[in-house]
């Protein structure tokens, strides 16, 4: 395994704060390091799978089923980062808390995290299935992904094409109470790469260069159990680019064609006039 891939799973390991005074109940409050990175913030992708956890660790008979995150500000790789996790609700069924990530004095992130016990219930999906993942001969390099990724579509080109795109991914295997938060740390990589694509001359890899652009807010769902270690296909559309913003949604789906996620992302973009 690469010492990328051992970094980042080393930063989904939380330790839990010992509060004091000691908190009224549902409070509590755990550190998260940061990955090894060659800038100075850190990577929302990262946030994103440490919040999640942060909230699994404080329900851990109940699974996220949604996840709706605010970036007010990047965070400083060079400072650990504090998840504080306030209960709103916790039932038998459901819970519910908000997640805040704090580098004092600043919230770098807060996220509104609803949980559910899972149960048995009728099961019906309508979207199109998948369909076969590429062979090797698409594999694709992505800096902060250290593990497989195929995609027929070049996200690097700057040729125009549709705000569509697919992304196959499989990490290395990986306990799988890590398999949601590996696929949230994932979706934060490439939707604003999607919505790039039918500006002629414009990728991804232009931003801080050719313009500037940031995540604002990111929303995840699960529908179903994630297994980050098989293959599942990230389908990706950004439908519009307005206002200075980019949205984007997706879709998360295994190879044998179970959805098991969805997210969507609005992201600050500020293009050449």
Not at 54 to 78: I, L, N, Q, Y
Not at 200 to 216: M, P
Not at 252 to 263: H, K, P, Q, Y
């Amino acid at each position: 395994m690469s010492d990328m891939w051992n970094d980042l799973v080393t930063c989904l390991k939380l330790e839990p704060v010992a509060l004091e005074p000691p908190p009224d109940h549902g409070h509590c409050a755990y550190l998260g390091s940061n990955q090894h990175l060659p800038y100075h913030r850190v990577f929302g992708g990262q946030i994103l799978g440490q919040l999640l956890l942060a909230a699994r660790a404080t329900f851990p008979d109940k699974s996220v089923k949604s996840m709706h995150t605010v970036f007010p500000r990047e965070g400083r790789s060079d400072t650990p980062i504090r998840y504080e996790v306030t209960t709103a609700h916790e039932g038998r069924s459901f819970a519910g808390a908000t997640v805040t990530a704090r580098q004092d004095p600043h919230v770098v992130a807060a996220a509104v995290v609803s949980m559910h016990v899972p149960e048995d219930g009728r099961d019906r999906q309508t979207v199109p299935a998948p369909g076969a993942c590429p062979g090797a001969a698409h594999d694709v390099e992505m800096s902060l992904v250290p593990w497989q990724t195929r995609a027929v579509v070049d996200l690097d080109s700057t040729a125009a094409g549709p705000p569509d795109y697919e992304l196959w991914m499989r990490t290395p295997a990986v306990d799988p109470d890590l398999g949601a938060a590996l696929t949230a740390y994932a979706t934060d990589l490439t939707l604003i790469g999607t919505a790039l694509r039918p500006e002629e001359g414009l990728s991804h890899t232009g931003n801080g260069t050719r313009f500037r652009s940031a995540v604002t807010s990111h929303t995840l769902w699960f529908h179903r159990a994630v297994r980050s270690d098989d293959w599942q296909l990230l389908r990706q559309h950004s439908p519009i680019l307005a206002h200075g913003r980019t949205f984007g949604r997706g879709d998360i789906l295994t190879a044998d064609g179970r959805l098991v996620a969805s997210f969507a992302q609005e992201a600050l973009i500020r293009l050449p006039n």
